[in-house]
């Protein structure tokens, strides 16, 4: 689905909704049971679905099975919102995922932060370059996991042709004011840390964010973008803090509980998407399953 520069920034600036990535009971694919989880997240107006990223298991997939699932989820969506597609790992990996998300009709392009040990921020100018090329010249939006990088070397990101977006994903307003600041006014700055940081990220110049909750509850998710988007923070953050404990759920073992949280509450749904693949933690302990589940159920979301 093409868009106009406009559209697009329109589209940046709302709800990243990350997909899950489901498998069978062998942790074999199985993307038909993402069906009622998309259609439960377009009915509730999540404006941008996104494919292999984080809260999709991204880096436990090979590169086949993600080109796999970027297929499947176009076919799914049909049409009916524009796709974000997950791109990273080795540059030739990188490419050949990039190639086939655009042949599969993606919007744009989610770019990862290189995790690997020699990153040079100029060598990820060039990984950026080929990446675009691969993908026909596809819009980007960058994942900034790491900023300390520092200032200059973000705006070199974002002064190269095709950038769109920066997903920021540290902790860290006053960085993302400067980067702001630093970069070209047309860039959009997406809340890469998904409800509970938004609000800061939005006082600071940020617009729309990125959400693993849509798979469970994206009506939740959309009340607060629209709270957002009022300017209402006060409500924003009552909203958020209605969900405290389903992002406590998510972040504990050192976050390695964040995607098993979202497929636990999943599989409370009625929507089992299978375990999540190591190093991910699974299945949640009793305590952490009981605080799920009391999440749920206090918030009657289980049928």
């Given at each position: 689905m093409a868009l106009s520069k406009a559209d697009l920034r329109g589209v940046l600036s709302g709800i990243s909704g990350i997909l899950v990535t489901p498998y069978d009971d062998n942790g074999d694919l199985?993307?038909?049971?993402?069906?009622?989880?998309?259609?439960?997240?377009?009915?509730?107006?999540?404006?941008?679905?996104?494919?292999?990223?984080?809260?999709?298991?991204?880096?436990?997939?090979?590169?086949?099975?993600?080109?796999?699932?970027?297929r499947s989820v176009a076919e799914m969506l049909d049409g009916r919102a524009p796709m974000l597609a997950g791109i990273g790992r080795g540059v030739r990996d990188a490419c050949e995922l990039a190639k086939a998300?655009?042949?599969?009709?993606?919007?744009?392009?989610?770019?990862?932060?290189?995790?690997?040990?020699?990153?040079?921020?100029?060598?990820?100018?060039?990984?950026?370059?080929?990446?675009?090329?691969?993908?026909?010249?596809?819009?980007?939006?960058?994942?900034?996991?790491?900023?300390?990088?520092g200032t200059k070397a973000i705006e070199d990101l974002c002064a190269i042709d095709g950038v769109a977006g920066v997903k920021?994903?540290?902790?860290?307003?006053?960085?993302?004011?400067?980067?702001?600041?630093?970069?070209?006014?047309?860039?959009?700055?997406?809340?890469?840390?998904a409800e509970t940081w938004a609000p800061a990220f939005y006082?600071?110049?940020?617009?729309?964010?990125t959400s693993g909750l849509i798979n469970v509850w994206p009506e939740r998710s959309i009340a607060i973008h629209g709270a957002l988007e009022a300017g209402d923070y006060a409500k924003a953050?009552?909203?958020?803090?209605?969900?405290?404990?389903?992002?406590d759920v998510r972040a504990e073992e050192m976050n390695g509980t964040n995607v098993t949280g979202v497929k636990a509450a999943l599989k409370?749904?009625?929507?089992?998407?299978?375990?999540?693949?190591?190093?991910?933690?699974?299945?949640?302990?009793?305590?952490?399953?009981?605080?799920?589940?009391?999440?749920?159920?206090?918030?009657?979301?289980?049928?």
């Open positions: 199985a993307p038909s049971k993402l069906q009622p989880i998309i259609d439960r997240a377009l009915a509730a107006g999540v404006h941008f679905p996104v494919v292999n990223g984080n809260t999709g298991e991204f880096y436990a997939l090979t590169t086949q099975e993600a080109i796999t699932m970027a998300s655009a042949d599969a009709g993606a919007t744009a392009l989610m770019v990862h932060q290189p995790p690997d040990p020699f990153v040079a921020p100029r060598g990820v100018v060039e990984y950026l370059k080929r990446i675009a090329d691969a993908s026909g010249g596809l819009p980007m939006m960058l994942y900034l996991r790491n900023d300390t990088i920021w994903a540290t902790p860290n307003p006053m960085k993302l004011a400067e980067a702001i600041n630093a970069c070209d006014p047309d860039i959009v700055w997406v809340g890469g840390l006082a600071v110049g940020a617009r729309g964010f953050r009552q909203l958020i803090g209605e969900m405290k404990a389903f992002e409370l749904l009625g929507d089992d998407c299978g375990a999540t693949r190591p190093p991910s933690a699974w299945p949640l302990t009793d305590a952490q399953h009981e605080k799920l589940s009391a999440f749920m159920r206090h918030n009657n979301l289980l049928k």
